[in-house]
Nanobody, 119 residues
C-alpha cells in the first residue's frame, strides 16, 4: 500500500503563498490534493495523473498549480493569491483508477496539513 505524508502548511495573510508537499512511497495512477474545512464537505483541489494530465477545481482560477518531483517521489501544490476561504485541512491522496477530483476515486490518504489564511 502507498504511504503519504503532507508538509508545508501554515498561516499566511490573504494574498500570500504556500507550497504544500506530499512525500509518497510510490506514485499511483492518480495523485491528488483535497481539502476540508470544519463543518464542510471534503472537496477536490487538484490532481495529476501518471500520464501528466492535470485537473483543477473551478475556484482555483489559476491560483494553484499541482506538480510532481519524480526523483523525490513528491507531489507538490503551489498555492498563490490565497484567500480566507482557502482555510482548511489539506490532504494528499492516491488513487488507482480514473483521475479527477472525486474523493471516492482515491483510496489512500495522508494525515493532512493545516492551511490558515487570515488578516
Amino acid at each position: 500500500q502507498v504511504h503519504l505524508l503532507e508538509s508545508g502548511g501554515g498561516s499566511v495573510q490573504p494574498g500570500g503563498s504556500l507550497t504544500l508537499s506530499c512525500t509518497v512511497s510510490q506514485f499511483t495512477r492518480c495523485m491528488g490534493w483535497f481539502r476540508q474545512a470544519p463543518g464542510k464537505e471534503r472537496e477536490g483541489v487538484a490532481s495529476m495523473s501518471s500520464g501528466g494530465s492535470r485537473y483543477y477545481a473551478e475556484w482555483v482560477r489559476g491560483r494553484f498549480t499541482v506538480s510532481k518531483d519524480n526523483e523525490k517521489n513528491t507531489l507538490i501544490l503551489q498555492m498563490n493569491s490565497l484567500k480566507v476561504e482557502d482555510t482548511a485541512m489539506y490532504y494528499c491522496a492516491a488513487g488507482y483508477g480514473s483521475c479527477g477530483l472525486r474523493s471516492r476515486d482515491f483510496t489512500a490518504w495522508g494525515q493532512g496539513t493545516q492551511v490558515t489564511v487570515s488578516a
